[in-house]
């Protein structure tokens, strides 16, 4: 006959213990947001020669994908066009929950005399094209608060957006974030 094994429920618990630390573990671990550009305004067109600035609105869905809630402070996104700066958009200072999405507007103003100076035979021909590539980059720095414990973070994030010109509509994007967490 084979032998009697002893039943342990100190070894049950700590066996019990172990795996559920490791599903927490794997369960929080840091996931890099989501951001997705879903619709642009023209909020103000200021034509005082040569001066040509235009004002538009962002509308940004972001999601958070994480088991902790993040607080960030303001930031500048930059907004460029053929590599040059063309504008900024500003992150007003917030909090977002923990797995949630919101909707971020974000004030963006666009220095038409910048465009005018260095792009504007490429403008024009993305007018009568209809398509416009713009380029964004934003680093947001905050705090992530996980139980007693809050976590520096930066997320870098770079979008590359294909736009109407005429009718301001998102054609097409592709958005890539990078999330670091500072554990000390």
């Known amino acids: ?8 429920w100190t ?12 599903t927490a573990v794997f369960l929080a671990r840091p996931k890099d947001p989501t ?5 642009i305004g023209l909020t103000s067109f200021k034509l005082n020669p040569p001066v040509l600035d235009a004002e538009l609105l962002l509308t940004v869905h972001v999601t958070n994908p994480n088991v902790a809630p993040v607080h960030y402070p303001s930031a500048t996104v930059s907004i460029l066009y053929g590599g040059s700066p063309l504008g900024t958009a500003d992150v007003a200072a917030g909090s977002q929950p923990p797995r949630s999405c919101r909707l971020l507007r974000l004030p963006a103003r666009l ?12 403008f024009f021909a ?3 094209r209809r398509e416009m590539v713009l380029d964004a980059e ?14 520096r973070f930066r997320v870098h994030v770079e979008s590359h957006v294909t736009v109407d010109p005429v009718f301001l509509d998102v054609i097409e994007q592709e958005n890539r974030s990078e999330l670091e967490v500072f554990l000390a």
């Open 1 to 8: 006959m084979g032998k009697k094994v002893k039943w342990s």
């Open 11 to 22: 070894s049950a618990l700590i066996g019990a213990a172990s795996a559920a630390a490791a």
């Open 35 to 39: 951001f997705h550009l879903v619709s």
């Open 111 to 122: 220095d038409g005399l910048e465009l005018a100076r260095r792009h504007a035979g490429r």
């Open 126 to 128: 993305d007018v009568a």
């Open 138 to 151: 934003v680093d947001l720095a905050g705090v992530a608060r996980l139980l007693w414990w809050d976590h």
